[in-house]
């Protein structure tokens, strides 16, 4: 073979062996950050990250007392820790920057050795998204066990990838970690017996167990059960303040006093030492008080966008309604008529026909792989945004089932 056939051949490889690469840098690379004329509504779902502070929580960052959080003497903080303590029924709570801190500080308390090994589901936050923390900063290596498309694992995968401890060629497993809501399985929620029966396993292993619970909250009001039910078998618990409960950032890490105290000393050595944050925390105090409740709303209208979508009965783009539960919509498409950045780039898009029409609008999603969109329903999103979603995601489904029909499916392009 020529050596430019085997350079074409390795680069088709590696493409097809990485297909998540070109929706993935996508996703940052700002494709959507377009400027429309005044009279299109723009509805964005890109992410409950996208959330912004009522004009309510605002005056009450603004009226917050504060003080130096390093020595312990921000009164608002210290308010927000113990109510995250009681809410899940653990002994204290830690106010974190990020989710990404929170979950790094979790895998750094709990894999304090050289030599740790955690075990994560392979489409975790944790595996994904965070930089590979647990090996660039806590030293820890992750082990993967194979997610199943409801964000739970074989509990027998599981057990049989916990190493020994007396064989000293061996990692030795520290931690197992799972989320709920599960973010890359589209917001779904582990079941409770699962979750029991998980906590079991882990415990006979005499290991802990950590919660990336970002959107924990979004699980609670699915459940209905109190919040302390829910994370029962969990020994710490990262939960987002700034996601679908709208504050400005910030998160909160739970567990006992002793792993909260060796939790905040770690924090300062990351930069997580933070002063009058007071003003932050307040915003969290709000969000747990009255922000809770409402996640409902997003349910709702992911499940309301998802049920229209299946209702087109589209050979070409189509919603597993069974998995939509919060407020996470996984769009799946036919690769062979239409790949996910095409599909988002299109409902982001008014074309001049839409300009004329009565209601031009954009919806603004994110490709997740190029066979899935995904759509986020956070506090911003609008009885209104919802209606004309509806309709502009029905048109463009109109538009690509048309095309699909004119056309073979082409050979999968790369
Ligand atoms: C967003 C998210 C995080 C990280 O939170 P940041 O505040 O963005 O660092 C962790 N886990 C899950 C499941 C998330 O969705």
């Not at 930069?271 to 996640?295: F, H, K, P, S, T």
């Not at 979508?309 to 589209?314: T, Y």
């Not at 026909?353 to 995904?374: C, D, F, M, Q, Y």
Request: glycine share 8%.
């Amino acid at each position: 073979m020529h050596l430019r056939q085997a350079k074409r051949l390795l680069g088709r490889l590696l493409k097809e062996a990485n297909p998540r690469k070109n929706a993935q840098a996508a996703i940052y690379n700002g494709i959507q950050d377009i400027k429309y004329p005044d009279n299109v509504k723009v509805a964005d779902y890109r992410s409950d990250t996208f959330s912004t502070p009522s004009q309510q929580m605002r005056q009450v960052m603004f009226e917050a007392k504060v003080g130096d959080d390093v020595y312990g003497e921000d009164p608002t903080v210290n308010e927000l820790e113990s109510k995250g303590a009681n809410l899940f029924g653990k002994e204290a709570a830690l106010f974190c920057a990020s989710g990404t801190m929170s979950n790094l500080l979790a895998v750094m308390t709990h894999s304090d050795q050289r030599g740790c090994e955690v075990i994560v589901g392979d489409e975790s936050h944790i595996l994904m998204w965070e930089q590979a923390g647990a090996a660039q900063i806590a030293g820890a290596q992750l082990r993967t066990v194979t997610n199943k498309s409801n964000g739970t694992f074989d509990l027998n995968e599981m057990a049989a990838k916990i190493r020994s401890n007396k064989v000293k060629f061996l990692p030795r497993t520290s931690l197992v970690c799972i989320e709920n809501t599960h973010n890359s399985c589209g917001g779904r929620v582990l079941p409770i017996p699962w979750l029991k029966q998980l906590g079991e396993v882990v415990k006979s292993f005499n290991l802990p167990l950590h919660l990336d619970g970002a959107r924990l909250f979004n699980s609670v009001v699915y459940y209905g059960l109190p919040a302390a039910d829910v994370v029962k078998e969990c020994d710490s618990i990262n939960l987002c303040l700034s996601k679908g409960l709208g504050a400005p950032l910030g998160s909160l890490l739970v567990g006992s006093s002793n792993f909260i105290e060796k939790a905040r000393y770690l924090r300062k050595v990351i930069g997580g030492g933070m002063r009058q944050v007071g003003l932050m925390a307040a915003a969290g105090i709000y969000a747990l008080d009255n922000m809770v409740e409402r996640l409902r709303e997003d349910h709702e209208h992911a499940y309301a966008i998802g049920k229209a979508i299946s209702e087109c009965r589209s050979p070409v783009i189509t919603v597993d309604m069974e998995g939509v539960e919060t407020n996470i919509l996984l769009i799946q498409m036919d690769t062979r008529y239409v790949k996910s950045d095409e599909f988002c780039r299109r409902l982001s898009t008014v074309t001049d026909e839409e300009l004329k029409g009565a209601n031009p609008t954009a919806v603004k999603i994110l490709p997740w792989s190029p066979s899935i969109a995904r759509l986020v329903v956070c506090c911003n999103n609008t009885v209104e945004d919802r209606l004309a979603t509806i309709e502009k995601v029905k048109s463009v489904i109109w538009e690509m089932d048309k095309r699909a029909q004119g056309r073979e499916p082409t050979s999968i392009r790369t």
